[in-house]
């Protein structure tokens, strides 16, 4: 079942400017993990955020954390063409991962 | 971090058909994971792989219909058998050392069914 729910489905900016998307779910988690997954490919681990950690960030990746309000943001920097692609969330719940809808980014030059 | 092959990448079928996907992994995994997502859809587990035992289904998945092979801890396969066009899918095999941590992915298998 799906317990993680993205916003917006799908965003499109110009290159340079940043990305931000959104995750909320809904039980209490061990951690939560970003993917990326490009058209026709399989999905690619960006980043993991512990229950107990509140921020955590990897090159232009930001990820936040708030388990009072259960949700999740990842901000990605200063966005280039190949950041194009549909990026996941997943929650780590009673050690599986529940994922959510995901959200199409779609960068233009 | 390992590499995974998966095979074919994408294949167009008979209904009533069944096709057997191929997962190859470059190094000795525990836990290998079967997903399936549907066009334009987030993932959705199949069933978890364990070497030396059965896999473990998730609900509304039954071994009938997806039966898995597990004979080493490099390799496994998912078969899909008497396709419809609802199973039209991408099918992805993904490893990690528990089902709760980053798993890695293969690219896919993108199945059509006529």
């Known amino acids: 079942s799906q317990q993680g729910e993205e916003d917006p489905q799908a965003l499109s900016i110009q290159e340079g400017e940043n990305a931000t998307m959104n995750c909320s779910y809904k039980t209490s988690i061990n951690n939560l993990q970003w993917y990326r997954q490009n058209s026709g490919r399989g999905l690619v681990h960006l980043i993991l955020i512990r229950s107990n950690e509140r921020e955590k960030h990897s090159g232009r990746l930001r990820v936040t954390l708030d388990t009072s309000k259960k949700s999740s943001s990842l901000l990605i920097t200063a966005s280039r063409a190949a950041d194009t692609a549909s990026y996941f969330c997943?929650?780590?719940?009673?050690?599986?991962?529940?994922w959510g809808a995901g959200t199409k980014l779609i960068i233009k030059p | 971090s390992a590499v995974i092959s998966q095979k074919p990448s994408r294949d167009i079928c008979q209904r009533g058909t069944s096709l057997t996907i191929q997962c190859q992994v470059d190094s000795q995994v525990t836990m290998m994971f079967w997903y399936r997502q549907q066009p334009g859809q987030s993932l959705t587990l199949i069933a978890t792989?364990?070497?030396?035992?059965?896999?473990?289904?998730e609900s509304g998945f039954v071994i009938d219909k997806f039966p898995i092979s597990r004979p080493n801890l490099t390799f496994s396969t998912l078969t899909v058998s008497n396709m419809s066009p609802e199973d039209s899918s991408i099918y992805l095999c993904s490893v990690g050392p528990d089902p709760g941590q980053p798993q890695h992915f293969g690219d896919g298998t993108r199945l059509s069914i006529l």
């Open positions: 997943a929650t780590n719940s009673n050690y599986q991962l529940i």
């Open positions: 792989a364990n070497q030396g035992s059965e896999a473990t289904y």
